[in-house]
């Protein structure tokens, strides 16, 4: 009795049904009404049926309809059906696409049916022409994210063809996808401008500071097509021009052999002047964002007691800066500009708090009046110490030494927080090489002339073990910071740690202006390097690792990249990736040659 109770206990345990394999296929499209690819269309809703319940995800954003419409059409789903209802009259004998992108998913485990389009024409025939490209972004190459490509025709007469982008709506318009590729279909026989936009505010209008543009130079007129097209070649070529055996199958006879071989031929012949044709479809468009040229002081800020720094846009030339309230006449300053020299910096005495009133010109541009307190912010922790509790500020210090490595053949750099006044090296200093200990040694030189930067004026060989020790107090910065006692260990590399790249470059001769970069993996710039003409380009002392090359067609010789002007139609200055990443090796010379005449090179 006990065991029977047992197992109808156990029987009556409820148990989840075991399931099958996961659902990874996407819903299929069953039925349209109207069809798909239908003409004369008058209806104001579209239904389309799928083999199973659907839902629609972010539809205001992967919906795109071309032409665009005013207001978007309202979406209902009703059992396994989607219905598409318009809210305004559309256009006359026109050819709309309804580009649905990833919006349509399944309900159970939302497989995207991705790519589906409904395409109808509310004329009599379906326009059937095509462009297609890619677009890149100008500096570096690399394909923006979802960017829109947009085509306007019968421009009013009312608006100039310059103001085009900013003040019309397209005609037609697609979407770039993740490699930045576009097709435009089903167009109407007519000539177009085209544009490509970021639009940050999704209203189709280049509106906005900080989005970017493309454009080409000339108008377009787009072609026909055949649908396939590719795949048709493909397979002609694979069956009947490139396999051998293909005539070994067929029983046919040697005259008939010939017939058809001379056949192919023929097609042969025609297809590579199709092919010839075929570029002309691929337009490559490089999106850049323009400069606003208005020159301003961005923002004045103490940075810290006894440094102040002014921020520009861009690099400034010919600038004043006058007091409008006399300064205590302990307020010496020294000027240094950055490398772009778009950011002032002014080392002053620290002890001075005073506001300062000062007037910034440079020529006509700029005219700001700026008010600075020099007063040091006072935070809850620094008004609990009693002034005898503080410690004094210490001069800032750090090397070019870079996980205890001193790589070839780089000098020991020590760089300061400020300027560097003077210094006095004593008798506790010391220097060890390898086994070799060195007291009171170590000398210095000011490698640039405000002092940040001294350089101790000793060379090391490869394969060395170094370690460095000098006390307090050896620099005196301006603000009066001295350093604390500082001990430095690292080693020097040997020679059959790194590898050498050799570079031909072959530079056409209405090229004068050519910026190469080596760059890392990460695109940082390591070595620039400026050429007028074709030579052989050396890096010494690499890293093994991968490292990509980079030139600048530097079109107005002013050393850096510049974006391009629509409203000058100036084009952003040309970029060309070397065609492959180089892996230098360690001990390893490597060979290699560009041809900037080449091309072939568009993408990174």
């Not at 990874?24 to 069953?30: A, F, G, I, N, S």
């Not at 210095?444 to 394969?463: A, W």
């Not at 010789?557 to 391009?564: A, E, K, L, S, V």
Request: charged share 25%; glycine share 4%.
């Amino acid at each position: 009795m006990l065991l029977s109770a047992l197992l109808l206990q156990q029987c009556a345990n409820p148990v989840m049904p075991g399931g099958g394999p996961k659902d990874t296929e996407p819903p299929k499209v069953l039925s349209a009404i109207p069809e798909n690819y239908s003409v004369n269309f008058a209806a104001k809703r579209i239904e389309i049926s799928f083999d199973e319940f659907v839902k629609v995800t972010n539809m205001q954003k992967n919906l795109l309809i071309s032409p665009p419409v005013g207001k978007n059409p309202e979406f209902r789903l009703r059992g396994k059906t989607l219905q598409i209802i318009f809210e305004e009259p559309l256009l006359k004998e026109t050819t709309y696409t309804l580009f649905f992108g990833d919006a349509i998913v399944d309900l159970t485990e939302s497989n995207p049916l991705s790519g589906f389009s409904y395409v109808f024409s509310t004329g009599s025939v379906l326009d059937s022409l095509s462009l297609g490209g890619i677009v890149l972004n100008a500096f570096d190459l690399v394909p923006p994210e979802q960017a829109y490509v947009m085509l306007y025709a019968s421009i009013p007469d009312t608006v100039k063809p310059d103001s085009v982008p900013y003040l019309i709506r397209p005609r037609y318009i697609t979407r770039t996808d993740e490699a930045g590729h576009f097709n435009l279909n089903n167009l109407k026989d007519t000539v177009y401008q085209l544009f490509v936009l970021s639009d940050m505010n999704s209203n189709l209008l280049y509106d906005m500071p900080g989005e970017k543009i493309a454009f080409l130079d000339s108008l377009l007129q787009p072609v026909y097509v055949e649908e396939n097209f590719t795949d048709s070649i493909d397979m002609l070529s694979d069956s009947l021009l490139n396999d051998s055996t293909y005539f070994d199958s067929l029983l046919v006879s040697d005259s008939l052999r010939t017939e058809i071989e001379q056949l192919t031929d023929t097609i042969a012949d025609s297809l590579v002047t199709v092919n010839d044709f075929l570029p002309e479809l691929d337009i490559h468009l490089f999106m850049f964002e323009e400069q606003d040229s208005v020159q301003r002081l961005l923002h004045t800020d103490m940075l810290r007691p006894g440094l102040l720094q002014f921020a520009f846009r861009y690099p400034v030339k010919n600038l004043i800066i006058n007091e409008l309230r006399p300064l205590p006449d302990s307020f010496e300053i020294i000027e240094v500009y950055s490398q772009a020299a778009d950011t002032l910096l002014w080392y002053y005495p620290p002890q001075i708090t005073d506001s300062l009133f000062l007037l910034v010109q440079q020529d006509t541009i700029i005219n700001d009046t700026v008010v600075v307190s020099l007063a040091p912010k006072q935070t809850t922790a620094s008004r609990r110490k009693k002034p005898e509790d503080e410690k004094p500020p210490v001069l800032g210090i750090s090397f070019n030494t870079k996980s205890r490595k001193l790589d070839l053949p780089k000098p020991l750099q020590i760089r300061f927080d400020e300027p560097v006044l003077t210094y006095r090296m004593r008798d506790t200093s010391w220097m060890i090489i390898n086994e070799d200990t060195l007291i009171n040694r170590l000398q210095f030189k000011k490698v640039d002339s405000l002092g940040f930067k001294y350089q101790i004026d000793t060379t090391f060989e490869p394969g060395s073990r170094v370690m460095i020790r000098f006390p307090d107090s050896v620099f005196f910065g301006y603000s009066g910071k001295t350093n604390d006692t500082t001990q430095l260990n690292f080693n020097v590399p040997p020679l059959d740690q790194y590898g050498n790249l050799f570079l031909e470059m072959i530079i056409p001769e209405m090229e004068r202006n050519i910026i190469v970069q080596l760059l890392d993996e990460k695109e940082k710039v390591l070595i620039e390097q400026h050429l007028s003409a074709s030579e052989r380009l050396a890096y010494p002392f690499l890293i093994p690792g991968k490292y990509l090359l980079k030139v600048i067609f530097d079109r107005n010789g002013n050393r850096r990249w510049d974006t391009g002007d629509y409203l000058k139609k100036q084009q952003p200055e040309r970029v060309m990736y070397f065609p492959k990443t180089i892996e230098i090796r360690a001990n390893w010379d490597q060979e290699e040659q560009w041809d900037l005449s080449l091309e072939g090179q568009p993408s990174n």
